[in-house]
């Protein structure tokens, strides 16, 4: 099927930023919509970001600092995180819903890379 390998997180300063990417492989596909999540200890996992129809959207929390991409040639999504805050620590998940070739659904998630903002 689909499978999401994520990099890019680790530890920043306040004020820092990072660049997370997931990266897919397997079978054909088009992505119907990518998302960022996020999950703190205690907490639910949260939408972070989405795009989707060549549209994005964002939580309050984020928006003005988060931008979110996809490459299609490279097969890679993107969360570009500026001026982070420590409220921003947690696991962040990528997770793409798209279509095989045959238009079968499908629904991936990424393994979760960690980003904690401290200084």
């Known amino acids: 099927q689909v499978q999401l390998v994520e990099s890019g997180g680790g530890l920043v300063q306040p004020g820092g930023s990072l660049r997370l990417s997931c990266a897919a492989s397997g079978s054909t596909f088009v992505a119907v919509a990518v998302g960022w999540y996020r999950q703190a200890p205690g907490k639910q996992r949260d939408l972070v970001a989405v795009i989707s129809g060549g549209r994005t959207n964002y939580a309050d929390s984020v928006k003005g600092r988060f931008t979110i991409s996809r490459d299609n040639a490279k097969n890679t999504a993107y969360l570009q995180m500026n001026s982070l805050k420590p409220e921003d620590t947690a696991v962040y998940y990528c997770?793409?819903?798209?279509?095989?070739?045959?238009?079968?659904?499908?629904?991936?998630w990424g393994q979760g890379t960690q980003v904690t903002v401290s200084s």
């Open positions: 997770n793409v819903q798209g279509l095989h070739s045959g238009l079968t659904r499908f629904n991936s």
